[in-house]
């Protein structure tokens, strides 16, 4: 077992600024590029909403339903998702775009996967085979490597 009187630490504390530096230095640059995506959403965010409208409009209402269910049982929690939908308004712009472009694909695999299943596609001929079995080989490892 180790005790902490058997570690040795230097007391050079110079590591210990640059250590904090590069982490103060990655954490204001992951804020910067957070906030670069975040105006690019914002700018893009009505054209994003349009489109999510094209492709599936319920995605948008299945939303303000749920909304408006959480309303309905719990006030203020609702409320909080609304003000919390209005602040990050790009975001779930993005977010209901990619849910209507996933339900869009689901239909569509849901269609081919009926139209297949329905009998209208067609179905590969096949014989089957007898299979035999082999028998493994037991030898040992002795009898692989003998000195001849």
């Known amino acids: 077992m180790i005790r902490r009187s ?5 007391g050079n504390p110079f590591n ?3 250590g904090l530096f ?14 670069f995506v975040y105006r690019i959403l914002a700018a893009v965010s009505p054209v994003l909403l349009i489109a999510t409208a094209i492709i599936d409009h319920t995605v948008i209402t299945d939303y303000a339903k749920r ?13 909080g998702a609304v003000a919390l939908t209005i602040v990050a308004f790009p975001l779930v712009a993005a977010f209901l775009l990619s849910r209507a472009i996933s339900r869009k694909n689901s239909k569509k695999q849901e269609a081919n996967f009926q139209r297949y299943d329905s009998g209208a596609g067609e179905w590969i001929n096949y014989e089957e085979l007898e299979s ?3 028998t493994p080989n037991y030898r040992s490892y002795d009898e692989d490597h003998l000195v001849q």
């Open 6 to 10: 058997d570690i040795k630490v230097s």
């Open 16 to 18: 210990l600024i640059i």
């Open 22 to 35: 590069i982490i103060i230095v990655f954490l204001f640059g992951l804020f910067r590029l957070a906030s």
């Open 67 to 79: 909304i408006g269910n959480l309303i309905k049982r719990n006030p203020w929690l609702g409320v």
């Open 132 to 134: 035999k079995t082999k």
